[in-house]
């Protein structure tokens, strides 16, 4: 998230340069710079992370149900199986469940469902509940269940992939935007000392840097698009 902050300060600081240096008003400047902090740290950054949190969360509920069953096909037990499987999700995931040492192993299982919120989660817990009661041979039983969460880990990593590819191209097609409209502010030093001159010149720039910050948000509005059922319930 640091990164995203630092990411936030330098966009903002630019477009707040580029106005500066295409009309020479230090008002409109500032007006930039606080419009696209604004953006940056009250809409962007709460999607971004949000979006992080979730795909996030997702990985480490791959993680555990993949370990889970295997730990579970070889030592068959339930508690030993958690026991690995808690061990093996690192410290992260631990500090996050504390306080559950009066459970049972079934009862935690079932209560990680308030932390892994997906549809795929809760067919896990069915799945452990009936592997309970029952018995039978975990691997076949689970074998459409790990099928299903692998798809769902692959899309979130094609996703993912796809997202950064798309921002380095948005980027670098807005970099050359603006370094145009500036490189134009000393080429064409004698147009711009006439035309900077015009009233509504200013606002014009402002009104890219605008368009600038409405394609950001369309562009992240699709790259944060991942869905996965069961997560459309958290806030």
């Keep these: 998230m640091n990164t995203i902050i630092i990411i936030g300060i330098i966009v903002s600081l630019l477009l707040g340069v580029v106005v500066y240096i295409s009309t020479n008003n230090v008002i409109f400047a500032v ?12 809409i962007a ?7 992080t949190i979730k795909t996030q969360r997702f990985h480490q509920c791959y993680s555990f149900i993949n370990t889970f069953v295997i730990s579970l096909s070889i030592r068959e037990s339930i508690k030993g199986a958690l026991e690995t499987t808690l061990d093996n999700m690192g410290d992260r995931f631990n500090d996050n469940i ?4 009066e459970l049972n192993e079934n009862d935690k299982i079932e209560y990680f469902s308030q932390y892994f919120k997906f549809h795929i989660y809760g067919l896990f817990v069915n ?3 009936l592997w309970s009661e029952q018995g039978g041979n975990i691997i ?18 094609e996703s993912q992939r796809m997202a950064k590819k798309h921002v380095m191209e948005f980027a670098i ?19 711009y000392n ?14 890219v840097v605008l368009v600038c910050l409405l394609t950001v948000h369309i562009a992240l ?14 806030k």
Excluded: C, H
């Excluded at 509005?221 to 958290?234: A, Q, S, Y």
């Design 31 to 42: 007006i930039a710079l606080v419009i696209s902090a604004l953006y940056f740290f009250s």
């Design 45 to 51: 950054m709460p999607k971004i992370k949000k979006n």
């Design 98 to 101: 504390q306080g559950l040492e």
């Design 127 to 129: 799945l452990i509940k």
């Design 140 to 157: 076949d039983m689970s074998t459409q269940l790990i099928n299903e969460t692998r798809l769902i880990e692959e899309y979130i990593t």
């Design 173 to 191: 097609l807005w970099l050359i935007s603006l370094s145009i409209l500036v490189i134009l502010r000393f080429a064409l030093a004698q147009f």
């Design 194 to 207: 006439q035309i900077i001159k015009q009233m509504y010149f200013p606002f014009a720039v402002l009104g």
């Design 221 to 234: 509005m699709r790259m944060t698009k991942v869905e996965i059922r069961g997560w459309e319930d958290v």
